[in-house]
T-cell receptor, first 114, second 113 residues
Framework: NAGVTQTPKFQVLKTGQSMTLQCAQD?????MSWYRQDPGMGLRLIHY???????DQGEVPNGYNVSRSTTEDFPLRLLSAAPSQTSVYFC?????????????FGPGTRLTVL | GNSVTQMEGPVTLSEEAFLTINCTYT??????LFWYVQYPGEGLQLLLK?????DKGSNKGFEATYRKETTSFHLEKGSVQVSDSAVYFC????????????FGQGTILTVHP
């Protein structure tokens, strides 16, 4: 099993550009989520999905879109990049998103917006 | 609201020293509690967890006991190694989003030979 994979590892964008961060998992997990990690703030939830075709907002969703057309994939789209979106982005998955479940994280994408 | 207060770092120790990283939480009820670890250049991975009060989670020599009286889940290790250098996050499911993890701000641990 590859687990949770993310691409790209690093990305530099100019303000106003758009891009998609890719996330895939091969564990047949129903629950997937995106977090951003900023210094001194831990991780904050951007969007999540409880299954194919179902997505919802987390605590910091503005400026990001997601879709979940398959169980395996959960891409994160930046519509018009801003310097405030400079961060490290992590995708995570778990079996059902229940409160006792372990979440499995990808290696992260380090994004810089100039 | 739900929150996690984690010991601020960075923490620097010599090999074989004793480690404690404090974690307290504010939540409704008694949620499961987790410690995640992030090694340099990698994503987070589960270190240990406890799903109910008085449970002790353990892994790789690390331990943490779920203490509901003090709403705490402190991480301990009796003898750290250089390979334990990483960022440690305390977390629990909290908030209105289904399955959402609420994280502490992370504690950077550096262990010197």
């Amino acid at each position: 099993n590859a687990g949770v994979t993310q691409t790209p590892k690093f990305q530099v964008l100019k303000t106003g550009q758009s891009m998609t961060l890719q996330c895939a998992q091969d564990m047949n997990h129903e629950y997937m989520s995106w977090y951003r990690q900023d210094p001194g703030m831990g991780l904050r939830l951007i969007h999540y999905s409880v299954g194919a075709g179902i997505t919802d907002q987390g605590e910091v969703p503005n400026g990001y879109n997601v879709s979940r057309s398959t169980t395996e994939d959960f891409p994160l789209r930046l519509l018009s990049a801003a310097p405030s979106q400079t961060s490290v982005y992590f995708c995570a998955s778990s079996t059902a998103g229940l409160n006792t479940d372990t979440q499995y994280f990808g290696p992260g994408t380090r994004l810089t917006v100039l | 609201g739900n929150s996690v207060t984690q010991m601020e770092g960075p923490v620097t120790l010599s090999e074989e020293a004793f480690l404690t990283i404090n974690c307290t939480y504010t939540a409704t009820g008694y949620p499961s509690l987790f410690w995640y670890v992030q090694y340099p250049g990698e994503g987070l991975q589960l270190l240990l967890k406890a799903t109910k009060a008085d449970d002790k989670g353990s892994n790789k020599g690390f331990e943490a006991t779920y203490r509901k009286e003090t709403t705490s889940f402190h991480l301990e290790k009796g003898s750290v190694q250089v390979s334990d250098s990483a960022v440690y996050f305390c977390a629990f499911p909290g908030g209105t989003s289904y399955g959402k993890l609420t994280f502490g701000q992370g504690t950077i641990l550096t262990v010197h030979p």
